[in-house]
């Protein structure tokens, strides 16, 4: 029987019970695609993360891959930072920069002097497409106009106000026929720059507490409305998150705190 090291950690929060849950599983070498897809079913957290070190002389410490229990996805915040926990705090990774190689592209993780750790993620294109009816239906608010992210198919939702994303309540049935990943709703935040939702029932998750990726889009589209580059953003869902973020030219940086919650181990036949 072999057996492999499994972490959790509670991304974008400084407590436990708070931010997004992910697992992360250091791996010596990669396990079949169906097996790593039940493994991230059977933990049934939104994410399950899985590293293998790259070899001596690549660009990249480790090549990073993220399952929700349904699918895997190109591009995943909460659990990026959790992996780079893990490895900061209990893998004796010495460096301040850890790197991953992924479908989208080279991701750095540094530890900063405050505590947090900074996500560098890429800036991510959107286009304002015709809102799709069955998208208006399920979504209270939705404009004639939404727009698409062509990288990982959400959809982005922008609302009048705070209220209106804090109260939102889809219709996940609805959204589950889009036949994509996800949907974001986002609004001008109180104490904050902007706060938002995520909903991706497309890939096995109604509501995901707190989601780094899609900050990718948020911080470029609010940068670009509020006309300013640093910005503060809240994830308003039960469990709640915070998020601070930059847009740095074609690079969005999204910092967050973690906490840790258990390590165990994962016997496989």
């Not at 070899?55 to 992996?83: N, Y």
């Not at 507490?209 to 889009?217: F, M, N, Y």
């Not at 940086?253 to 919650?261: D, E, N, T, V």
């Amino acid at each position: 029987m072999a057996t492999f090291p499994i972490y959790q950690v509670d991304a974008f929060s400084s407590r436990p019970f708070g931010g997004n849950p992910a697992a992360v599983m250091p791996l010596e070498q990669w396990l079949p695609d169906e097996r790593l897809q039940n493994i991230a079913l059977e933990n049934h957290l939104s994410e399950t993360a899985f590293i293998v070190a790259e070899r001596a002389g690549s660009s990249a410490d480790f090549h990073i891959r993220w399952f929700t229990p349904g699918a895997e996805v190109p591009l995943c915040g909460h659990a990026t930072l959790a992996s780079a926990w893990v490895l900061f705090n209990r893998l004796g990774f010495d460096a301040d920069t850890v790197t991953f190689r992924s479908q989208s592209g080279s991701l750095g993780v540094t530890r900063r002097d405050d505590g947090w750790l900074e996500l560098d993620f890429p800036n991510l294109s959107y286009e304002p497409t015709p809102t799709p009816p069955l998208l208006r239906d399920a979504l209270e608010g939705c404009g004639d106009s939404v727009f698409f992210v062509p990288n990982d198919t959400n959809y982005l939702v922008v609302l009048d106000d705070e209220a209106a994303v804090r109260n939102a309540s889809p219709d996940m049935t609805l959204l589950r026929q889009l036949g994509n990943q996800g949907v974001m709703i986002t609004a001008p935040g109180e104490s904050c720059d902007f706060v938002s939702r995520y909903f991706a029932p497309g890939v096995g998750i109604d509501e995901d507490p707190v989601t780094g990726s899609i900050h990718s889009v948020l911080v470029p589209y609010w940068a670009e409305r509020l006309d300013k580059t640093r910005l503060s953003a809240q994830q308003l869902s039960a469990r709640g998150g915070v998020l601070n973020c930059e847009l740095v030219g074609d690079r969005v940086r999204i910092a967050g705190q973690a906490a840790f919650y258990m390590e165990g181990t994962v016997h496989l036949d």
